[in-house]
Nanobody
Framework: QVQLVESGGGLVQAGDSLRLSCAAS????????MGWFRQAPGKERDFVAA????????YYADSLRGRVTISRDNAKITVYLQMSDLKPDDTAVYYC????????????????WGQGTQVTVSS
């Protein structure tokens, strides 16, 4: 079973950049596609980005394309989410997830989830 731990969240100002990290517990991580999701207060959990097991393919939510970049380092068993030009609407808890299928934005397609890291963007 893969355990995921997110980090890198915090309080930032609008226009800032931030990089989130998600560390996995074991090397089987490299078998999985990885995704980032976010959940704002009172809202559903939404897809942000996904990356294939070898990092060769990426997939982004249309609304965030161009402002976020997902990457992974299988040697460090870590996946990253680089975010730029942050806006107050980006305030949310950000979750990483692991699953067998690449390119899906469906929560049910991901088998393992982290506990999330809070990102707060002030105006």
């Amino acid at each position: 079973q893969v355990q995921l731990v997110e980090s890198g969240g915090g309080l930032v100002q609008a226009g800032d950049s931030l990089r989130l990290s998600c560390a996995a517990s074991e090397s089987t991580f490299k078998r999985y596609s990885m995704g980032w999701f976010r959940q704002a207060p009172g809202k559903e959990r939404d897809f942000v980005a996904a990356i294939s097991w070898n990092g060769g393919s990426t997939y982004y939510a249309d609304s965030l394309r161009g402002r976020v970049t997902i990457s992974r380092d299988n040697a460090k068993i870590t996946v990253y989410l680089q975010m730029s030009d942050l806006k107050p609407d980006d305030t949310a808890v950000y979750y990483c997830a692991a699953g067998p299928i690449f390119g899906t934005d469906l929560l049910d397609e991901y088998d393992y989830w982290g506990q999330g890291t809070q990102v707060t963007v002030s105006s």
